[in-house]
């Protein structure tokens, strides 16, 4: 293997260590608690760390989470949660939901539980009233919550076999740029395939003009896949 792609593999290690190797038992985390199972035992484990039921919505829970107030709801199918949902309680105007939006992905990019692969922050100079009003855009960042207690060596070895099947040592010999980029590409791609089911999603919501942010914590092996169509 070339100098430049032993630099890349390195730069990939240090991306998802620590980490382990993927098992589909591993899920989606919120707060420590998985999301997976009934919703009653997931509301219990909610009230333990805080949360109480809404007055007002006995499905919602209220509590703190990050720093701020905000709501939780509890997404199911066949009965199996799959998604909690987090909305924060208070409404921002344009500049404020921009810096919001930024800092949390400032926060989940420095968390090493995360893996990230696109760039996600708002530009200063975006217009997000016009751009989602006229040209319904959504401002939205998407994280993978890596598993826990990671064996490096082993998520090492199952990324440099991935690059090994893909190509051949004489390939790999090749140091152009094209060549390299595409090589990263091709990885950036497993990394999102191999960690796709254990999501965490956020973005902007507007309402009456003043914007607010949701949160999906995702575990996508319990959500919809189409096998009842």
Known sequence: MNKITSKLLIIFFALITPSLSYAQTDVTKFLGIPIDGYKPEII????????????????????????KKVNLHIGTYNNKVYRIMVTY???????????????LCQQFKSNKRYLSLSEDMIPDEEDISYQMSI???????????????????????????????????????????????????????????????????????????????????????????????
């Open 89 to 103: 309680d208070n409404h921002l105007s344009e500049g404020d939901i921009k810096i919001m939006f930024n800092n």
């Open 44 to 67: 219990k484990k909610l009230k333990s760390k805080g949360f109480t039921v809404s007055p007002i919505k006995k499905e919602v829970l209220n509590g703190e989470f990050n720093g």
């Open 135 to 229: 040209n319904n855009k959504r401002f939205q960042a998407v994280f993978y919550q890596l598993p826990e207690l990671s064996d490096s060596t082993t998520v090492s070895k199952d990324i440099e076999t991935f690059i090994f099947e893909k190509y051949t040592k004489e390939q790999l010999a090749n140091e152009s740029e094209d060549f390299q980029n595409e090589l990263a590409n091709r990885c950036m791609e497993y990394l999102r395939e191999k960690y796709s089911k254990k999501t965490v999603w956020f973005m902007i919501n507007e309402q009456y003009g003043e914007y607010y942010i949701t949160i999906f914590y995702d575990n996508l092996y319990n959500q919809a896949s189409g096998d009842e169509l």
